[in-house]
T-cell receptor
């Protein structure tokens, strides 16, 4: 399968709460990226973490990477209704081929 | 920032016709572009890697005669769905690799997608 695993598949939270999404992958990687997709639209790049990094921050986003467990997490703090979207992790191993995880659908209730 | 334009955004066609989708990098040259297919509430499945000036590399299970890819210039790749059938109805998305340190090597810049409906 092309895809890694992501959990949860769907997440519903109240505005202001934190949202955590997890991603596991199968092979060694050069980097791992998180993308956001609003319904029926293209993807927007959020953050890239390299294989030699363990944690990275960008605004309200915090990404961790554990290469020994082949897993990553995306934390969105103080969520807003506008954060409602699908979130995908994607891995890259050599070359330029990027493989996407199954995605987590996040719904933030106002 | 880097922008990728995809056209058309939506197309409805009759079964048996062919549909062409264009993907353009607007402010950078993309020697490599990617074509993905996405079914409702599912992830993106890589269909093929499009290389400027050479043949596309197709993923296993993707029919190259069904999904024709042409990457004739450094800013344009096209995907043609030939003899479309209802089961080809899907959301098709292209992306281009930044390939330059200042715009993010290995970061994919995505088009807005094309929703194909085959009647």
């Amino acid at each position: 399968s092309q895809q890694g695993e992501e959990d949860p598949q769907a997440l519903s939270i109240q505005e202001g709460e934190n949202a955590t999404m997890n991603c596991s992958y199968k092979t060694s990687i050069n980097n791992l990226q998180w993308y956001r997709q609003n319904s029926g639209r293209g993807l927007v790049h959020l953050i890239l973490i390299r294989s030699n990094e363990r944690e990275k921050h960008s605004g309200r986003l915090r990404v961790t990477l554990d290469t020994s467990k082949k897993s990553s997490s995306l934390l969105i703090t103080a969520s807003r209704a506008a954060d409602t979207a699908s979130y995908f992790c994607a891995t890259s191993r050599g070359g330029f081929k990027t493989i996407f995880g199954a995605g987590t659908r996040l719904f933030v209730k106002a | 920032g880097a922008v990728v334009s995809q056209h058309p955004s939506r197309v409805i066609c009759k079964s048996g016709t062919s549909v062409k989708i264009e993907c353009r990098s607007l402010d950078f040259q993309a020697t490599t572009m990617f074509w993905y297919r996405q079914f409702p509430k599912q992830s993106l499945m890589l269909m093929a890697t499009s290389n400027e000036g050479s043949k596309a590399t197709y993923e296993q299970g993707v029919e190259k005669d069904k999904f024709l890819i042409n990457h004739a210039s450094l800013t344009l790749s096209t995907l043609t769905v030939t003899s479309a059938h209802p089961e080809d109805s899907s959301f098709y998305i292209c992306s281009a690799d930044g390939q330059r340190p200042w715009i993010g090597k290995n970061i994919q810049y995505f088009g807005a997608g094309t929703r194909l409906s085959v009647l």
